[in-house]
């Protein structure tokens, strides 16, 4: 059974840090790229960034850079997003997804094979 299993989140102040992680099991990590995506109240769900646990590269959305960092651990088939400098408009819930053979720049929501439930990160001002 796959499984994607997101936690990590909570509420923070501006400027503050959470790091959340997602837990995959049930398919072959090495083949796939995680991502995690966010979605707002009332908003699309939006691809926050990406990594290839094949190749280690990465994306990430423009409104992030700089302060999210993605990473995985391969040898625990997890996959880490270190958010620092978190804003208010951050506040959403974030799902990680995973795709078989996505190149991390071509991240869209359709395009992902699997999806954990959400974990709610919420920035106060």
């Known amino acids: 059974e796959v499984q994607l299993q997101a936690s990590g989140g909570g509420l923070v102040q501006a400027g503050g840090s959470l790091r959340l992680s997602c837990a995959a099991s049930?398919?072959?990590?090495?083949?796939?790229?995680i991502a995690w995506f966010r979605q707002a109240p009332g908003k699309e769900r939006e691809g926050v960034s990406c990594?290839?646990?094949?190749?280690?590269?990465?994306w990430y959305e423009d409104s992030v850079k700089g302060r999210f960092t993605i990473s995985s651990d391969n040898a625990k088939n997890t996959v880490y997003l270190q958010m620092n400098s978190l804003k208010p408009e951050d506040t959403a819930v974030f799902y990680c997804?995973?795709?078989?053979?996505?190149?991390?720049?071509?991240?869209?929501?359709?395009?992902?094979?699997?999806w954990g439930k959400g974990t709610q990160v919420t920035v106060s001002s």
């Open positions: 997804a995973a795709a078989l053979g996505l190149r991390v720049g071509d991240l869209d929501p359709y395009l992902m094979d699997y």
């Open positions: 049930g398919f072959t990590f090495d083949d796939f790229a």
């Open positions: 990594i290839s646990s094949s190749d280690g590269s990465t």
